[in-house]
C-alpha cells in the first residue's frame, strides 16, 4: 500500500516538528537567568547510574551459565568494560569497545 505524498510530507512536518519541540521545550521551562530546581539537578547526577544498571540488567536477562558458552562472553566482556572504564574514565569507549568486544567473541571466538 502507498502512502500519498500529501501524507507523507504531513508525517514528516510533524515528526520534525515534536522533534523541534522536545529539543527547545528544556529552553522554555528551565531559561538560563532562572536557577535550575533542585529535583532537575538531582535527577541530572542519578538518572545516568539508574540507566546504565537498568542496561546491564536488560543485557545480562537471558544469559545462561547452564549451557555452552556458560556466559563467558558476557563475564569477560563486562570485566573488559569495567577495566576499559576505570583506567580510561570514557563511558563511550567502554560502551564501544565493549561492544566490538563482545561482537568479535560472539562471532569469531565463542561459535
Request: proline residues 7%; contains cysteine; positive net charge.
Amino acid at each position: 500500500m502507498r502512502i500519498p505524498d500529501s501524507q507523507a510530507l504531513l508525517m514528516i512536518f510533524l515528526m520534525a516538528a515534536i522533534t523541534f519541540l522536545i529539543r527547545v521545550l528544556p529552553f522554555i521551562l528551565f531559561p538560563g537567568n532562572k536557577k535550575t530546581p533542585s529535583y532537575i539537578l538531582y535527577l541530572g547526577k542519578v538518572l545516568p547510574y539508574a540507566v546504565i544498571g537498568m542496561l546491564v540488567v536488560y543485557c545480562l536477562k537471558d544469559v545462561s551459565p547452564l549451557t555452552a558458552p556458560f556466559c563467558l562472553p558476557e563475564l569477560l566482556t563486562v570485566a573488559a568494560i569495567a577495566v576499559v572504564h576505570v583506567w580510561k574514565r570514557n563511558t563511550l569507549l567502554s560502551i564501544g569497545g565493549g561492544t566490538i568486544l563482545y561482537m568479535i567473541f560472539v562471532q569469531f571466538v565463542f561459535i
